[in-house]
């Protein structure tokens, strides 16, 4: 855990390689993912780059596999995995070739066990095995979409026959002439497309109407037909027929409903008109012959129904072909996507480098130092085995570095909570890491939000299902939304566990107590009413009238139930977010030491401290002083009692009154005839202050539980003033504490802005006009800057202690709700019949499944991200760092794998 308080050391390098071995150093560095290679090279675009050349190819080679990919996609192939991605850095990947040879991953036959070819030999091979694939498929899908068009073509043909023959048989016999084609050929399918109308019609066919038919989409059918009407004038019949089975589209591939539409006319400038109007709708204009020549349409149907099945038998032939191929390419094109993207990387990053030399290639860039001597002796180690002559070099650049990265070198468990912080912003270098605190602060509140036994048993469940399915789910291709529940899988574990021992303490299990170790109240009868009072079973501050673990399950049933777990989950969250905010300050101090920032401690996190810790820290110390105190005993000490009533003599009385504990001293009479058990003879008309042995002050003198929020308010409205002290001297003790934090915030705004000019003076004692113009700006804006973080750092304090009060308030509905769901789903319906409790059961598992176990989840989960973004970390963390970003081949994979 210490190594993830702090990034990874850091080392600025220069690498010299060798051009001709150089492919090889970045093929092993990509798999150290230890080195984040510098631009050398800045002012140059990407078109003028030393291998910009090589990345076109590769470029055009991840386009080929682009399209092979949407060719498997339109057959519903998935991507045969390439494997892990692990095994497939660490091994020899093969290309396999159309001869089934292998190609090693670096372009050599693998059955030779030779060295391998270089990275050009590599690109080579793949470009000739891709483009081989490539030209076969786009030939098959030329054909199949020639065919596509054929068999659409006679599918079409053959509805306008049946339908124009049922319309004429039925509808209007003798009614039309159909147009008259120049021929048509059985062995051309377009023939049969764009008709002619033919102009030498029979004398006495003269007032006979003329007609075209055709083919057009059922979603133009309505605008096709209100444009020929509108063209037309009204002067034209119009008919359509749908057709039963969609048309598949050659172009596209997909299913198109299309109906059969006739046209009656009698006009050649409406004919004109219409073949415009069907060609503009891209509807398929189609010759037939005379209707009244029954043996001739039967002819046409007869053949054209033959020659549609002989383009059905090609067609399928023709797709199962592809669909072979496709299979094919479905089994490799991941694993040669990976090889591309390898190799693509690598020339990426070789243009980042400089030719100094010829020959040569110098790069820099940030190496974790523990892998230093890794990548060392990955370069020597690939010049070793290209047999260069001219040795390599890697050693580290003297100071002064650009800004070092940052990196954390994390597991399973910590990724999801670095990632969690790095969200908001990533740690400077070697700043504190807020995730080291967040991966337990951050479940513990949400548990604290959520506690409840059942709901938070649900949850964990949850966690551990995506623990038993991790190895399942780290090989398969998730959403984004089950991939962020994979990547928190332990967080989601822990959110669980905690909520279940928040909800053991708040002895709550949907919003049911469990008398789990059996209550330590009793009432006076086994059948109490509403209304009786329960007493502890045994002395108080005695182990036995102490419930084990938790709450005891009395305060369910009692009525002030609300008030008393309001009370208590209240403090609880004052005293968790002063705790973490008081957490976070320190931390800062803690940098200030690490970094050397003397000012920024004594001037920042000194007052800091001092302020926190006089009002905020006090605070918690008096709530766990109120709640150890026997206030049963003082209010006692000040209660007048009769000496001869039951109630004199009784244990709870356990004060120290003149060196002895707990003894009850009997008054001489007078007064009222009653007494204190310290033995103050009362008068009847006694005060507090007067019956009080303790004499703390105040109008309680130390006998009366105080008001917290109002003694806390006093201490800085009314200094001095303490109505109802808990300790004697409490009233100088908080004057002391309240000047301390009035001397704290006038030292944060305005002592470290004094030292830094006292140091910008002795710097720049002899500047000339210009530079003092340039201190005095710069200056400006440390006065300024002081200014902000003094008042963000006051008031937000006190905004920030009343922000976590959400943790109060989110487990109050949480309960709530829980409550009302029993109440008005369950117990209302159990005493009515079987199966309005069944309807009752289904309600109240909706409820608590979508409601609390769902939407109620998201809430505290954002509510305690929030309490982790803004109220701890900008105490101490600045976000501003920059995150190392590896040259890594096992990143790059993964990120195209998810995407």
């Known amino acids: 855990m210490a190594r993830w308080f702090r990034s990874e050391h850091m080392e600025y390098v220069s690498l010299i390689v060798n051009e001709d071995a150089a492919n090889d150093c970045l093929a092993d560095l ?33 386009r080929k596999l682009r399209f092979f990919g949407n060719e498997c996609d339109n057959f519903g192939l998935n991507l045969e995995t390439a494997g892990d991605i692990d095994s497939f850095l660490e091994s020899n990947a093969s290309i396999i070739g159309r001869s089934g040879s292998a190609l090693s991953a670096s372009g050599a036959p693998s059955a030779t066990g030779g060295k391998g070819a270089s990275g050009t030999q590599l690109l080579e091979s793949l470009e000739v095995e891709l483009e081989g694939y490539e030209s076969q498929l786009k030939e098959v899908n030329a054909y199949s979409e020639k065919l596509t068009r054929e068999y659409n073509e006679k599918v079409e043909l053959q509805e306008v026959l049946e339908k124009a023959r049922r319309f004429f048989m039925t509808d209007a016999p003798r009614l039309a002439v159909s147009e008259l084609s120049s021929g048509r050929s059985s062995s051309k399918p377009g023939a049969l497309l764009a008709g002619a109308h033919d102009d030498e019609a029979r004398a006495d066919l003269d007032m006979r109407f003329s007609s075209i038919t055709g083919v057009v989409s059922t979603e133009e059918k309505v605008r ?33 409903e299309k109906c059969v539409f006739i046209v009656f006319f009698k006009s050649l400038s409406i004919e004109t008109k219409l073949k415009k109007i069907c060609d503009a709708f891209f509807a398929h204009r189609y010759s037939l012959p005379d209707m009244d020549d029954a043996p001739a349409v039967d002819r046409m149907l007869t053949e054209n129904a033959q020659e549609l099945v002989d383009s059905r038998t090609v067609l399928l032939k023709n797709q199962d072909t592809r669909f072979r191929l496709c299979q094919m390419l479905a089994q490799h094109t991941e694993r040669w996507t990976w090889i591309v993207l390898r190799e693509k ?28 001597e890794d ?34 070198t994390t ?205 905020f820290v006090y605070m918690v110390v008096l709530i766990f002083m109120k709640w150890s105190i026997n206030w049963n005993s003082r209010m ?48 009847g008309n006694d005060d507090t202050v007067d019956k009080c042995p303790l004499n703390f002050g105040g109008s309680g003198d130390g006998c009366q539980p105080p008001n917290l929020i109002t003694s806390l308010i006093n201490i800085a409205l009314a200094p001095g003033n303490v109505d109802e002290p808990m300790y004697n001297g409490q009233a100088g003790i908080q004057n002391l504490l309240l000047a301390v934090a009035g001397i704290s915030v006038p030292v944060l705004l305005l002592a470290k802005p004094y030292f830094l000019s006292k140091e910008q003076a002795a710097h720049h004692h002899s500047a000339g006009d210009d530079d003092d113009e340039e201190e005095e700006h710069g200056m400006g804006e440390v006065i300024i800057h002081q200014a902000i973080e003094t008042i963000e750092f006051v008031l937000g304090m006190v905004s920030n202690t009343a922000s976590y009060l959400r943790l109060w308030a989110l487990s109050l509905a949480h309960s709530e709700l829980a409550t009302v769901f029993w109440e008005k789903a369950m117990l209302s319906t159990l005493n009515l019949n079987w199966f309005a409790t069944f309807l009752g059961y289904g309600i109240f598992a909706g409820t608590t499944l979508g409601v609390l176990l769902m939407m109620d989840v998201l809430e505290c989960f954002l509510h305690a991200l929030r309490l982790h973004w803004v109220e701890f970390q900008n105490k101490f963390f600045f976000a501003d760092g920059i995150r190392f970003a590896p040259y890594s081949f096992k990143q790059l994979l993964v990120d195209a794998s998810a995407s």
């Open 30 to 62: 990509g798999k150290l993912s230890a080195i984040q290679f510098t631009d050398l090279n800045p002012d140059l675009t990407p078109f003028q780059r030393r291998y910009v050349s090589y990345v076109r190819r590769c470029d055009e080679l991840e």
């Open 224 to 256: 096709f037909e209100r444009m020929i009407f509108r063209a037309t004038r009204g002067n034209c019949y119009v008919r359509f027929a749908p057709i039963k089975q969609p048309i598949t589209d050659p172009e596209t591939g997909s299913l198109i």
């Open 345 to 372: 990387a690598v020339y990426h990053t070789l243009n980042m480098f400089k030719a100094d030399v010829s020959g040569m290639l110098r790069g820099e860039g940030w190496v974790i130092s523990e892998s230093f």
């Open 375 to 408: 990548v060392r002796a990955s370069v020597n180690r690939a010049h070793s085995d290209m047999d260069q002559n001219m040795p390599s070099h890697v050693d580290q650049v003297a100071k002064p570095w650009p800004t070092p990265p940052t990196h954390f």
């Open 411 to 615: 597991n399973k468990f910590t990724y999801g909570y670095q990632e969690f912080v790095n969200t908001y912003g990533v740690p400077r270098y070697r700043e504190a890491n807020p995730a080291l605190f967040t991966a337990a602060t951050f479940p513990f509140l949400f548990g604290v939000m959520y506690g409840d036994i059942g709901h938070g048993l649900f949850l964990f469940c949850a966690g551990l299902w995506l623990l038993w399915n991790e190895e399942k789910h780290e090989k398969a291709k998730l959403d984004e939304m089950m991939g962020g529940m994979h990547m928190g899988r332990y967080m989601i574990v822990m959110m669980g566990f905690f909520a279940v021992y928040a909800g053991l303490v708040y002895n709550d299990c949907f919003s049911l107590g469990l008398n789990l170790f059996g209550t330590r109240y009793s009432f006076g009868s086994d059948q109490p009413e509403e209304g009786d009072i329960a007493e502890l079973n045994g002395e108080y501050g005695d182990g036995d009238s102490v419930y084990p673990f938790g709450l005891d399950p009395i305060w369910h049933v009692a009525q002030n139930e609300l008030l008393f777990f309001n009370s208590f989950k209240m403090k609880l969250s004052v005293i968790f977010g002063i705790l973490q905010m008081f957490t976070g300050t320190c931390l800062k101090g803690i940098n200030a030491v690490y970094f050397g920032k003397r000012l920024d401690f004594l001037f920042e996190f000194l007052p800091m401290v001092a302020f926190a810790s006089s009002l």
């Open 636 to 683: 006692l000490s000040a209660t007048c009692l009769d000496p001869a009533s039951d109630g004199w003599g009784s244990s709870d009385y356990q004060e120290t009154v003149d060196g002895q504990t707990g003894v009850w001293v009997d008054c001489d009479g007078g007064g009222d005839g009653t007494c204190t058990p310290w033995g103050y003879v009362c008068q």
